[in-house]
């Protein structure tokens, strides 16, 4: 079996197909990555009337996707929140795990973290928004749930 995946694996080499194969993939994670941005880009801020792309606490760039399996993707976010001490860093980590558990049509993992040196407690915060039980708990709690509601919502066109 080694012999036949060895073979295989000389002539996708040698016809160029391992490399249409990986080009094909990477343009599937672009195309994920996109997807999954545009599902975050449009949650409010908790404080201000901005999104956080406006804000630029979301771009483009801050989305991962990586393949696990078949049709299961790992997605890693990193968010830059406007300041070193910004008081509702946890609040947005928690709005972008419920908008992408609500809206992603795919089966996935999430890792979200602050992007590194933009906040002064960040591995604390990301432990935080990281841990399902926290998650959960938080969104048990009634007036909490209902500022993530305001700000994953999507405003009437």
Do not use: W
């Not at 979200?112 to 960040?122: D, L, R």
């Amino acid at each position: 079996m080694e012999l036949v995946s060895g073979l295989l694996s000389r002539v996708r080499l040698l016809t160029g197909l391992s490399e249409l194969t990986n080009d094909k993939r990477s343009k599937k994670m672009e195309e994920k990555a996109l997807e999954v941005y545009d599902v975050i880009r449009t949650i409010r801020d908790p404080e201000k009337p901005n999104t956080l792309e406006e804000l630029d606490v979301v771009t483009e760039k801050c989305v991962e996707v990586q393949e696990l399996g078949d049709d299961e993707y790992l997605i890693i976010i990193k968010f830059s929140p406007t300041v070193p001490h910004c008081s509702l860093a946890t609040l947005i980590g928690l709005c972008l795990q419920v908008k992408l558990q609500r809206c992603l049509p795919f089966k996935h993992k999430l890792e979200i973290y602050i992007t590194e040196g933009t906040h002064s407690t960040e591995e604390d915060i990301n432990k935080q928004i990281n841990d399902k039980e926290r998650v959960a708990a938080a969104m048990e709690n009634p007036n909490l749930r209902e500022i993530v509601e305001q700000c994953v919502t999507e405003p009437d066109d």
